[in-house]
């Protein structure tokens, strides 16, 4: 079974509420874990950003029930691509809040400081989340 990462962007909805973001972290920690995919999730005021790792198979079926969530729209695949070891093992679901996110650092990966993760190229959006690591909650 191939390990894959799997990088994806989508537009969160305007009513989105704290309580939202709680009971996706509290369902993708327990059902990562059994699953086996790591990964990091981080939010902006429009878009959710995320990463999944792990076998092809329980990725793929994840992406698709993620897609299927009334809490964000249009999900976009970014990257999907065969890997020989994880970004983010130390995660089920690792969590960025957008209060950790800063111009400087969407500058350092996009044309501009506008959080945009879907003009991100694939190397781009791994670096970002790669880089918000010690921000993880
Ligand atoms: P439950 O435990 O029954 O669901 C948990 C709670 O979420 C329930 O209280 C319910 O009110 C609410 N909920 C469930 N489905 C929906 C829905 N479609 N629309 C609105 N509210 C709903 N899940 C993961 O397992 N792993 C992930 O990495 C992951 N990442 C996500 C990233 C984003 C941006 C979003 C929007 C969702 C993500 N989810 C993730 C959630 C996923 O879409 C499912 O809601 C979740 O997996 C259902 O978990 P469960 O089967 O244990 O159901």
Redesign the pocket.
């Known amino acids: 079974m191939q390990l894959i990462r799997a990088i994806y962007a989508?537009y969160?909805i305007d009513s989105l509420t704290r309580e939202?973001i709680e009971?996706?972290l509290?369902?993708?920690?327990?059902?990562?874990s059994r699953?086996e995919?790591t990964?990091l999730?981080c939010?902006s005021h429009h878009h959710?950003l995320?990463c999944?790792e792990g076998s092809r198979e329980q990725v793929n079926q994840?992406y698709n029930?993620?897609t299927?969530?009334?809490?964000?729209a249009e999900p976009f695949i970014i990257d999907y691509s065969e890997i020989s070891e994880r970004a983010f093992s130390s995660w089920a679901?690792g969590y960025v809040p957008d209060t950790a996110i800063s111009r400087e650092l969407i500058l350092k990966y996009s044309t501009s400081g506008q959080f945009d993760p879907t003009q991100m190229s694939a190397a781009s959006a791994l670096g970002f989340l790669r880089a918000l690591t010690n921000t993880i909650e």
């Open positions: 989508s969160k939202d009971s996706i509290a369902a993708s920690r327990a059902n990562n699953a995919i990964g999730l939010f959710f995320q999944l994840l029930k993620i299927r969530d009334s809490r964000h679901m």
